[in-house]
């Protein structure tokens, strides 16, 4: 399990390694981020566990595949609410801002397994 990265491959178990005091938040929106899987037995935890062993306080991964058309509007509504009314992201209002945007989703009909799978872990 890796990040992909222009200059190679960020391993999970290179990111556990690593110690990002002044991290604060990622948001994943790339499929099976937040996911366990069987196929990888020397993994015993998911990219997005890994980030906040690292250092994130907050993290947003996705369970399973997400359909990519969802990725843009869904980070769009997540970031309109940290930055609403021009305040700066903070870290601390990241389950909030996941869960109105979802609530968004579901405002507008798109189904259960469209956003069912985004999870918040951590702050």
Known sequence: MAFRLSDGNLSL???????????????????????????????STHLAAGMQVAGFQGVVGTQW??????????????????TKNGQRPDVFNTAEALHFALQEFRNHGIPLFRWALFVHIGV
């Open 65 to 82: 595949g997400m359909v990519d058309r969802d990725g843009p509007p869904l980070v769009h509504l997540f970031y309109s609410f940290l």
């Open 13 to 43: 178990s290179a990111l556990v390694q690593m110690r990002l005091p002044n991290a604060e938040f990622a948001f994943l929106s790339a499929c099976h981020t937040a996911r366990y899987t069987a196929l990888l037995p020397d993994e």
